[in-house]
């Protein structure tokens, strides 16, 4: 805190920042239209594509509304959604107490030094662990895409 109370009263602080600020506000000037037209083309991109997922999902909808076979078909594929989701959580849960169960018999400093493939072991538990939420996450989101299709297809807008 002293340093910092020096630098304060110090003039070649101060003409420092002075300097880094000047230089700043010109870099800024000269960097600003090349964001924006950055930012602007990936916000193009972005609407692009987000029209093309609504067009292509309004598509789906038709054909569901249509088909009741395929809506029995999407259906089943949601519940096996559902159930790999719940499956994948299950096993990630026991691998992870597994990987407690390793980590409460030996402190993590000495894991190494005592039992290297053991250390090892714990690691690959712990990230594969992981991996699989991951993984159980991603069908969950893809059974909530699912029943989004399905809700759409069986409740048609009003109006």
């Known amino acids: 805190m002293d340093d910092f109370s ?38 193009s991109r972005w609407n692009r594509r987000s029209e093309l997922v609504r ?8 054909e569901l ?3 009741h076979e395929a809506r029995n078909h999407l259906f089943a594929e949601e519940i096996r959604c559902r159930l790999r989701h719940l499956s994948l959580l299950l096993l990630a849960v026991f691998v992870l ?30 990230y594969g662990s992981l991996m699989i939420m991951f993984f159980a996450i991603q069908q969950h989101f893809r059974a909530v895409s699912y029943r989004r299709l399905l809700h759409a297809a069986n409740h048609p807008p009003k109006g």
Do not use: C, H, Q
């Open 6 to 43: 020096r630098n304060l009263g110090s003039l070649s602080w101060w003409l420092g920042v002075v300097v880094v600020g000047v230089v700043l506000n010109i870099v800024s000037a000269y960097l600003k239209a090349p964001f924006d037209r950055l930012f602007s083309a990936a916000s």
């Open 55 to 62: 067009t292509e999902e309004a598509k789906k909808v038709a």
């Open 65 to 67: 509304r249509n088909d």
């Open 97 to 126: 107490l597994f990987y407690v169960m390793i980590r409460v018999r030996v402190p993590s400093s000495a894991l190494l030094a005592t039992d290297p493939v053991l250390f090892w072991w714990s690691k690959g538990l712990y």
